[in-house]
């Protein structure tokens, strides 16, 4: 995967780091830790600039963050709820625990955007229930680049300092992101084998 994608970066430089992160968000198996450190071996090998690596990685990755936020957006809680009413074991979502995502979202939304972006798996999946809770878009914009922002460089300047040895990261965040999804897949199967459905008045109630 490596090869391909530094070729590509190498033959069309910052619109190929644009492309690539907004595929990678729209399509996770693409990883950004290998995307940008890449890129990040461009910019210390000059042919390209580490800001314009850095700039042209989020400004991909929060295309594909609003893609999704807007989807989610045009769906609605409304409509997303009578899809749990028909499919809530599969999803592990009943009414009740909408309603508390939707408190959550409403108290501390920019925060958990903010840090959702930093973290593998997580960063392109927190854009729906942002999007569905309908959000601020204004705040959902500022916190949603600013965690991109960060994680995209931080990608970057590991590229740049590292240089052939790249690949150190992918040992370090590839490991991490299997975690991640390990965790999130055993988490998942647990709420399907204990998921019992209760409304949002019984979650009010206590």
């Not at 910019?43 to 989610?72: R, Y």
């Not at 939707?102 to 925060?111: A, E, Q, S, T």
């Amino acid at each position: 995967m490596t090869d391909w994608i530094g070729a590509f970066i190498a033959s069309s430089g910052y619109w190929a780091v644009a492309i690539l992160m907004f595929v990678e968000t729209i399509f996770p198996p693409i990883p950004s830790e290998v995307i940008m450190p890449l890129a990040g071996i461009g910019a210390a090998q000059q042919e390209l600039s580490l800001a314009g690596v850095i700039l042209s990685g989020t400004a991909g990755a929060m295309a594909g963050n609003i893609a999704w936020f807007l989807l989610a957006w045009k769906l609605g809680l409304d409509r997303f709820e009578r899809f749990l009413i028909r499919y809530g074991r599969i999803l592990t979502l009943d009414e009740a625990e909408l309603a508390r995502v939707r408190r959550l979202f409403d108290r501390h939304g920019g925060g958990i955007v903010g840090v959702g972006r930093v973290l593998p798996t997580l960063r392109t999946l927190i854009s729906v229930p942002a999007g569905l809770v309908r959000m601020n878009l204004r705040t959902f914009l500022l916190y949603s680049t600013l965690g991109t922002f960060l994680w995209t460089m931080g990608l970057a300047i590991a590229g740049y300092l590292l240089g052939s040895n790249v690949r150190q990261i992918d040992t370090i965040l590839g490991p991490l992101s299997t975690l991640v999804i390990l965790l999130l897949f055993a988490v998942y199967l647990y709420r399907v084998v204990t998921w019992k459905r209760r409304s949002s008045t019984q979650s009010s109630g206590s």
